[in-house]
C-alpha cells in the first residue's frame, strides 16, 4: 500500500507564500517522478511541475520564476515553495509520484489534495 500526504495549503494574501509538502510512504522499490498539478472546480486537471529523481524539473510557464519544486529522495519527499502568489493561482493542488513498485511495473498514486486560496 502505498500512501501520498499533503500538507501546507492555506489561504495567503497576493503576494505571499506558501510552501507545500507532499511525503510518500508505503511498499515500493523506488520513486520515479513526482510532482504537482492543481484543479480548479468544473475543470481538468493541470501540471504545475514535475521533477524526476535525478533532480530534473519542468515547470509550466504560468509558474516559472515564482514556484520552485524540490525532492528530498531519503525522506521520499517532494515540495512545492510558491511565491509571489496570485489569486489566480487559487485551486486544489495534488501532488504525484510515479512508484516503480515491488511487482516491477510502475504505478502513479495521488495525494489527496490541498486547498490553496490567495485572496485579499
Known amino acids: 500500500q502505498v500512501q501520498l500526504v499533503e500538507s501546507g495549503g492555506g489561504l495567503v494574501q497576493p503576494g505571499g507564500s506558501l510552501r507545500l509538502s507532499c511525503a510518500a510512504s508505503g511498499s515500493f522499490l523506488s520513486i520515479n517522478s513526482m510532482g504537482w498539478y492543481r484543479q480548479a472546480p468544473g475543470k481538468q486537471r493541470e501540471l504545475v511541475v514535475s521533477i524526476t529523481n535525478s533532480g530534473n524539473t519542468n515547470y509550466v510557464d504560468f509558474v516559472k520564476g515564482r514556484f520552485t519544486i524540490s525532492r528530498d529522495n531519503a525522506q521520499n519527499t517532494v515540495y512545492l515553495q510558491m511565491n509571489s502568489l496570485k489569486p489566480e493561482d487559487t485551486d486544489v493542488y495534488y501532488c504525484?509520484?510515479?512508484?516503480?513498485?515491488?511487482?516491477?511495473?510502475?504505478?502513479?498514486?495521488w495525494g489527496q489534495g490541498t486547498q490553496v486560496t490567495v485572496s485579499s
Open positions: 504525484y509520484a510515479r512508484f516503480l513498485q515491488r511487482n516491477g511495473l510502475f504505478n502513479t498514486y
